[in-house]
């Protein structure tokens, strides 16, 4: 994709926006600094109304006059709990708190378009609706950002974002239509036992066994009850238990994850799950308890507004056919209210190919420009 003079002008500035994010990072919704720093660089863009949302969410608009139509831009702005490794000079001035995942990058375009929608108002045939939205990561953002009118006054008819993605090569963009990303659920199980000696067991009810078979059995939920032409995925992350090495646990709690492309089979394996649980409880007395903490539906990209996104790409080599990925995205929650398109915006491997997540992320910044470029043609201006 050709990127404009205008648009390889901002480059510095893009920059200088990220990496000044970068070393401010927050998580979840305590982003008062993130919120303080963009509501300062739109305010120079001079939108017709500026508002917090979502607690430390901004929602920016910019009415065009005789516009039938609002498209809305969403960046996620939240950073992860994690050590930066890297020894850049924009490292992150937040110990245990990291931009691992390119929030800083989604949030640099958004910031770039508002100065493009601001030098262009005499250009635009839509109202436009930026958002920058807390708690991605696993806290439910957009959920809260819906709730509070994120997609009313005015209404939006549609909605567009992107992720910094590795694998997909710098400068293309990743798309596809229907299933993109997957529906996920993250879980907590609490065992209940019955406390007792190690020296006499028969008294008890081990929890920590118990809880070794209960792993063991859920294993099978994917392997036996999934046809292997579909896809899914069950892990269990973490496991705590017990109080003593002489002393049998009374309880244990395991925390995971399920993800699936199928909102029918989520269903049946969640039930599966819960039938697992009910036959350990009659063989054993133990109690079980299942909690899902966080529900994210699958990321689906309509048909129509993929093949509308072609037409703003130079030529079809732009774009790179990706497969649907197990990763989750709260995007899905705004395609459930109104059509929105989400696309991985290409980093080829980002520095030393390092993943998302990772104390050692890092890009190479131009590749921005796509982004900033994509939704500028998607305004058409």
């Not at 378009?113 to 957009?142: H, M, W």
């Not at 199980?189 to 920590?208: E, F, L, N, R, W």
């Not at 909102?263 to 697992?276: T, Y």
């Not at 909690?291 to 030529?315: A, G, I, K, W």
Request: glycine share 8%.
């Amino acid at each position: 994709m050709v990127i404009s003079d205008r648009v390889n002008d901002l480059l510095d500035d893009i920059i200088k926006t990220r990496r000044e994010l970068h070393q401010i990072p927050e998580t979840g919704f305590d982003l008062y600094d993130t919120q303080r720093y963009i509501m300062g660089k739109l305010a120079e863009c001079k939108p017709d109304s500026m508002r917090k949302i979502a607690s430390t969410g901004v929602k920016a608009v910019f009415y065009t006059n005789g516009a039938t139509e609002t498209v809305a831009f969403r960046a996620d702005m939240d950073a992860l709990n994690a050590n930066e490794a890297n020894q850049t000079v924009y490292r992150s001035k937040r110990e245990g708190k990291m931009h691992a995942c390119g929030h800083d990058g989604h949030m640099a375009i958004l910031l770039a378009l508002a100065k493009l929608i601001s030098e262009n108002r005499d250009n635009l045939t839509y109202n436009v609706v930026l958002l920058f939205q807390p708690g991605e990561e696993g806290c439910g953002g957009a959920r809260r950002m819906i709730e509070e009118g994120a997609l009313q006054s005015p209404h939006i008819d549609r909605i567009y974002g992107l992720h910094l993605w590795p694998s997909v090569p710098k400068g293309k963009i990743g798309v596809r239509w229907g299933y993109l990303m997957a529906q996920t659920s993250d879980f907590e199980i609490t065992v209940g036992g019955k406390s007792a000696h190690a020296s006499t067991p028969q008294m008890g009810i081990d929890a920590i066994v118990i809880s070794a078979q209960l792993i063991n059995m859920l294993q099978t939920v994917i392997t036996r009850n999934v046809d292997p032409h579909q896809d899914a995925l069950l892990t269990l992350g973490t496991i705590c238990g017990g109080t003593s090495h002489n002393v049998i646990a009374d309880k244990v709690k395991i925390s995971g994850t399920l993800r699936v492309f199928n909102n029918a089979l989520f269903d049946s394996l969640i039930e599966r799950m819960k039938s697992v649980m009910d036959g350990l409880n009659l063989a054993t007395g133990a109690t079980f308890e299942l909690n899902e903490q966080v529900h994210y539906p699958c990321v689906s990209n309509p048909r129509s507004m993929v093949e509308e996104f072609y037409t703003v790409l130079d030529s079809m080599d732009d774009a790179v056919l990706v497969e649907p990925a197990m990763a989750a995205e709260d995007f899905a929650e705004y395609q459930e209210k109104t059509d929105g398109l989400f696309f991985f915006l290409g980093i080829g491997g980002g520095k030393g190919g390092v993943p998302l997540h990772s104390g050692n992320f890092d890009f190479d910044e131009d590749a921005l420009l796509y982004g900033i470029e994509a939704f500028k043609r998607i305004l058409n201006i």
